[in-house]
């Protein structure tokens, strides 16, 4: 999608870092879901899972606006730098922002797939029990923001 955004080399592991920007800042999620989205958590990364993103806020993830309300991370399944999401695991959560703050708790996001549930007392995303994903796939991660317009879970401890 068309707008503002800062591109920054990581020459250690060789990729561009892509981030929305509104005027002079990272861009937030605002009230009429424009803006950004990212993830923060564990057994995601980028270029790969040697540059795991964690519960460092300075290395989250911003997710690619596709559409009005929609933003999507595309990851391929795999261990160490042959992945950027781990086949067997993952712990990662939705932000408002590149930072704490407002986050989308276990009220305010659900998943349609089989593969992956939202953790009670949190909003994390995990794989479905006994599930995993395969190694070498190509998986997209889609939030459709236009739900929930207007109602987000802020953030509360």
């Known amino acids: 999608m068309s707008g503002k955004y800062r591109i920054t080399a990581n020459f250690k592991y060789n990729y561009f870092v892509v981030e929305r920007m509104t005027g002079t800042g990272l861009a937030t ?6 803006g950004a989205v990212w993830i923060i958590g564990e057994k995601i990364g980028k270029p790969s899972l040697s540059n795991e ?3 460092n806020t300075d290395k989250a993830l911003c997710m690619a606006p596709v559409a009005a309300g929609k933003y999507q991370v595309t990851v391929v399944a795999g261990k160490g ?14 932000f408002h922002q590149k930072g704490w703050g407002g986050e989308f ?3 305010s996001i659900t998943s349609n797939s089989t593969n992956l549930v939202v953790i009670a007392g949190g909003g994390n995303l995990s794989l479905a029990t006994d599930k995993k994903l395969t190694v070498g796939k190509t998986y997209v991660f889609t939030l459709d923001v236009n739900r929930w317009k207007n ?6 401890g």
């Open 151 to 156: 109602s987000w879970c802020p953030y509360s």
């Open 81 to 94: 730098a042959l992945g950027n999401v781990d086949p067997d695991a993952i712990n990662f959560k939705f």
């Open 105 to 107: 708790g276990e009220t």
């Open 29 to 34: 999620l605002a009230d009429d879901g424009s």
């Open 53 to 55: 993103v964690g519960w």
